[in-house]
């Protein structure tokens, strides 16, 4: 009866001085490591345009930080390329006066785009900026989108692209 009180004993030692040595874990001082990181964070996610290049339409990405409604989008074909995508010869044939843009499903599969100016105006490229732009936002299969503006339409088109 000895042994096993002895044995309770040296057991709950044992655990006592496990408890005190802390796992080996040692008080030091501050650790200068540099500054905090700083700069901006990441994007998340890449949004995809068509511009015209050569005279055709040609899909760039984007990078983007924030969720961006569908007209927000369509307004930066508007808005024009940026200096680093002028410099690989984008441009873009959707005028400036045609955003503000809002986009309606009307069906599966179906888009409806209203623009600002009459969208029998526009040019054959800028209608195919705007179908391919608004398809690509498009979840899903490839969708037909019409364009609206002034109370002229064309299409429903797909993105020929």
Do not use: W
Not at 32 to 56: C, E, F, H, Q
Not at 107 to 123: D, I, M, Q, W, Y
């Amino acid at each position: 009866m000895r042994t096993g009180l002895a044995r309770r004993m040296l057991a709950a030692g044992l655990i006592s001085l496990v408890a005190a040595a802390g796992c080996g874990v040692q008080p030091s001082d501050v650790i200068v490591a540099g500054d905090p990181p700083s700069g901006r964070v990441a994007p998340t996610t890449t949004i995809t345009l068509y511009l015209v290049k050569n005279g055709r339409l040609s899909a760039v990405t984007r990078p983007n930080d924030r969720p961006m409604f569908q007209g927000e989008t369509l307004a930066l074909l508007a808005d024009g390329p940026t200096a680093g995508e002028q410099a690989h010869g984008f441009t873009t044939d959707v005028p400036p006066e045609a955003d503000p843009f809002s986009v309606t499903a009307k069906s599966a599969g179906h888009l409806v785009v209203t623009l600002s100016t009459p969208a029998g105006e526009l040019s054959t490229l800028a209608v195919g900026q705007i179908v391919c732009t608004a398809a690509a936002m498009a979840p899903g299969s490839p969708a037909r989108v019409t364009v609206v503006g002034a109370g002229q339409s064309v299409g429903p088109q797909k993105c020929p692209g």
